[in-house]
């Protein structure tokens, strides 16, 4: 049997004008789970080109040295023999806003003994609740059980440090693995019928090829999805898609590995102060309180949103918000939609639609299922025209490649969008942190959801679309992490996304 486990661990550090420091540790989390026998996926079609795994290269996580099998809990990190030090300021003296704080971290395992390689998952913020203020630590792995978190002193006043580790880079491995040999783990169904005659079946990108198979991939982006062939039906009598059951894990060994180069997240896209979002090297926040305002903006704009539920959450916050802006009943799936939401006075249109496979929904039929290229290939464009998409949540199971040739089917879309009306405002969500149990960390992991954010940064980088970074914003904020960000982390965001539209004078 092989383990892997979950380590959620707080340190706070209090900083006051005379630099003392009180440090506080509590553990919140262990998790262990058993793995069971299962046929690997097939995954063939989904190989890299040179220029794909370059790209993968140059944003890969550190692995683990080769470890004992089956892995000695006793040799893993261990938050409660790790040791986290404020580093003094460099010219002496006091902190001043501007200046940076440099927090240093060394990783012990379960015996006291100093870890002396990286890969561990830590994020790190600096805050204080009173003020409402918080911003984004950036980690940097020292490859030999060092870490320094780093922050910009960005307002004046008292600060709270907090380091969680998320994952010992031993799980990091595990999760790697789990994704490479079993990334249909999570299971979806589709039901076949033909008169009297129905029969369900398993479906997904990747399948064991131990029985024919019916091919649904999109024959515009290239996108694969596969079923198990009915065995009294045909392939065209597909009428319905959803999630199954979550297998718990696969068994496997860990094998000899290899530490690549650190990794190092960028800057933070902004913090917040008095509850409010501020960019950083962007543009200017506005705050639109109020419905007037949000609808002045929205006025003569067409808004589609694609995507997954936490695009669907601005769909509902606009409609919630927005009292002129009535919701028309489609009688779609209250999971994938279609919605559609208008006021018709100020000629404002908002729509939602989830993507394509894979999407873990309840029963969706098969032919509202739309491929986000597809979508934004029926656009036409222009100065009125809003484009919002998010795309990472579903994907947690698969190899990264899988997620990779997604964005590129959306990369190249958007492109010909722009190409074909350039005053076309497109936006782009991206993953944020979320409360973590066992099922959650192995099928929809924030180090899968982290992995997933520099691949789609790195293949969006160059072409003009804008971010509404919900990881900084979900990281920086005193709420509990959630897959779907609580209102006022909402709130935030959707200012964010009106301040594209509607810049500030000022910006």
């Known amino acids: 049997m092989t383990i892997c486990f979950y380590l959620k661990e707080y340190y706070t550090a209090y900083l006051k004008k005379n630099k003392t420091l009180t440090l506080n540790m509590r553990i919140t989390a262990l998790l262990i789970f058993p793995v069971q026998k299962h046929q690997p996926a097939n995954c063939s079609h989904q190989q890299l080109s040179p220029d794909e795994r370059r790209l993968l ?77 918080g911003v984004a630590g950036r980690v940097v792995d020292h490859l030999n059980g060092y870490y320094t978190a780093v922050f910009p002193l960005l307002w004046e006043g008292r600060a709270q440090v907090e380091v969680t580790l998320v994952h010992p880079s031993e799980a990091i491995t595990v999760l790697r693995r789990l994704n490479m040999e079993y990334p249909d783990r999570v299971e979806f169904k589709s039901l076949f019928r033909s008169g009297s005659v129905s029969e369900t079946m398993v479906c997904n990108i990747c399948l064991p090829q131990n029985q024919p198979l019916c091919n649904y991939t999109d024959l515009h982006t290239g996108e694969p999805w596969f079923c198990y062939k009915p065995k009294n039906l045909s392939c065209d009598t597909r009428i319905n898609h959803y999630k199954g059951y979550v297998r718990r894990a696969g068994r496997d060994r860990i094998d000899k590995t290899c530490v690549l180069v650190s990794t190092v997240k960028p800057e933070p896209a902004g913090y917040y102060y008095q509850g409010a979002w501020r960019a950083l090297g962007g543009a200017t926040v506005h705050q639109f309180n109020d419905a007037s305002a949000i609808s002045q903006c929205l006025t003569d704009k067409v808004v589609h949103l694609y995507g997954d539920s936490t695009m669907r959450q601005w769909f509902e916050h606009l409609s919630r918000v927005l009292p002129d802006l009535k919701v028309f009943n489609l009688h779609s799936s209250m999971q994938c939609g279609p919605f559609m939401a208008v006021d018709t006075a100020r000629n404002i249109l ?81 993953g944020n942190l979320k409360a973590l149990n066992l099922d959650v960390a192995l099928s929809n992991s924030d180090w899968y959801s982290l992995q997933r954010d520099k691949v789609l940064r790195a293949v969006f980088k160059g072409l003009n679309v804008r971010l509404v970074d919900a990881w900084d914003m979900v990281l920086a904020h005193h709420l509990p992490h959630d897959l779907h960000p609580p209102p006022p982390i909402i709130k935030n965001m959707i200012d964010v996304l009106l301040s594209y539209i509607c810049p500030p004078k000022n910006g």
Request: positive net charge.
């Open 350 to 430: 908002v729509k939602f639609h989830c993507h394509a496979p894979p999407i873990r929904s309840y029963t969706v039929s098969s032919i509202k299922l739309s491929y986000v290229a597809n979508e934004l290939d029926w656009l036409v464009g222009g100065s009125n025209t809003v484009v919002v998409f998010t795309i990472w949540a579903h994907f947690g199971t698969y190899p990264v490649g899988v997620y990779l040739r997604r964005l590129q089917s959306i990369r190249k879309a958007v492109q010909r969008l722009l190409d074909r009306a350039p005053d076309t405002l497109v936006v782009i969500r991206t």
């Open 57 to 133: 290269d140059s944003i890969a996580w550190p692995e683990t040295p080769p470890l004992p099998v089956p892995i000695s809990l006793k040799a893993t990190s261990d938050p409660t023999h790790s040791t986290f030090t404020i580093l003094p300021v460099r010219a002496g003296g006091q902190w001043y806003v501007g200046d940076e704080l440099e927090a240093l971290i060394q990783i012990g395992d379960f015996q006291g003994r100093p870890k002396h390689f990286g890969g561990d998952f830590l994020v790190a913020r600096l805050h204080d609740q009173t003020l409402g203020a």
